[in-house]
């Protein structure tokens, strides 16, 4: 069975998030076949030299890029350029990114030396679009102050919702790789009272306790971002920004065994269940990029460096 990459990890306390695009008319292909190599180093070195950090570097891989670089086709099922989705007053956007990256651990210098890495191979063959800081927020808050990933599958349920299985046999234990980058209007979300949050969120603020049916907003996040028990995955958002310039944000990333779970939430979400009941949270968190990777197993990553 092909060793997956870490994506079934819990949230660390030090993120780093990278997106970046090859540039044309440079040597990116060969490029890319040392980082599939520079990513397996990675991660072995981390296990061996921090094995209580958790510690580790993931790769994914957008649609666009896997035609650039001529990896195999078929292609993974559901891997595909994602579609902006246009509700009456929202929009989930859809950018560009050829390659992400997601770097976790306990500590801050692990994320930023591989981040050193990662751009010293890659800066002549692609540029950054994105680099997000995150960390954890007191007791895996979100900015808005609600916990965040409290619906996350847990133990077993993990590996069945978070990596492929038989159903696509070339790309076993690979993962699809959802990201979106969320600005908050922090000013106009403390303006609410608590007992207002707490009707847009669906849950307690302080303890966490999800509102019964009968008294949750049918526009509550919580009812409209849960589309069933047997649809999940496995979330790994976090805070990052700066407080003083109001730009504080979620950077929302999911791994999933299909991407088409993902696409269902965002369309109760943005276009509302029914159309027009929106997710409520999107009058205070404005969604910036939106872009679909497909994470490989580390067996795949071996035979794209070669």
């Known amino acids: 069975m092909p060793q997956y990459q870490n994506v079934l990890d819990s949230p660390n306390t030090n993120t780093i998030f990278m997106v970046w695009n090859f540039k044309e008319n440079t040597a990116y292909k060969n490029a890319f076949k040392k980082l599939c190599a520079l990513v397996i180093n990675l991660n072995h070195s981390a296990n061996t030299r921090f094995p209580k950090?958790?510690?580790?570097?993931?790769?994914?891989?957008?649609?666009?890029?896997?035609?650039?670089?001529?990896?195999?086709?078929?292609?993974?099922?559901?891997?595909?350029?994602?579609?902006?989705?246009?509700?009456?007053?929202?929009?989930?956007?859809?950018?560009?990114?050829?390659i992400h990256f997601h770097i976790r651990s306990t500590q801050q210098s692990y994320c930023v030396d591989i981040v050193s890495n990662?751009?010293?191979?890659?800066?002549?063959v692609a540029t950054c679009q994105e680099e997000i800081h995150g960390f954890r927020y007191w007791d895996g808050r979100s900015i808005l102050g609600f916990v965040d990933g409290t619906?996350?599958?847990?133990?077993?349920?993990?590996?069945?919702?978070?990596?492929?299985g038989n159903e696509d046999s070339a790309y076993t234990n690979g993962s699809y790789l959802f990201v979106q980058k969320y600005i908050h209007d922090m000013q106009a979300w403390k303006n609410l009272p608590i007992s207002e949050q707490e009707k847009v969120i669906g849950r307690?603020?302080?303890?966490?306790?999800?509102?019964?049916?009968?008294?949750?907003?049918?526009?509550?996040?919580?009812a409209l971002a849960?589309?069933?028990?047997?649809?999940?995955?496995?979330?790994?958002?976090?805070p990052f920004g700066n407080?003083?310039?109001?730009?504080?944000?979620?950077?929302?990333?999911?791994?999933?065994?299909?991407?088409?779970?993902?696409?269902?939430?965002?369309?109760?979400?943005?276009?509302?269940?029914?159309?027009?009941?929106?997710?409520?949270?999107?009058?205070?968190?404005?969604?910036?990029?939106g872009t679909l990777f497909f994470v490989p197993s580390f067996d795949l990553l071996d035979q794209f460096s070669n």
């Open 151 to 164: 619906e996350n599958p847990q133990g077993d349920e993990r590996t069945n919702f978070g990596l492929i």
């Open 118 to 124: 990662l751009t010293d191979l890659l800066n002549d």
């Open 204 to 222: 307690s603020k302080a303890d966490d306790i999800e509102m019964n049916d009968d008294e949750k907003p049918s526009n509550s996040h919580s």
């Open 243 to 289: 407080m003083s310039t109001n730009e504080m944000g979620t950077y929302f990333i999911a791994y999933a065994r299909k991407f088409s779970i993902v696409e269902e939430m965002l369309e109760r979400m943005f276009v509302g269940e029914p159309a027009g009941n929106y997710d409520r949270i999107l009058d205070f968190s404005k969604a910036k990029t």
């Open 53 to 98: 950090t958790q510690s580790s570097v993931i790769l994914g891989i957008s649609y666009n890029a896997w035609i650039k670089l001529d990896l195999p086709k078929p292609l993974p099922k559901e891997l595909k350029p994602f579609v902006a989705i246009k509700g009456e007053k929202h929009e989930a956007v859809s950018t560009k990114g050829d």
């Open 226 to 238: 849960n589309v069933g028990d047997d649809k999940k995955i496995v979330r790994d958002n976090m």
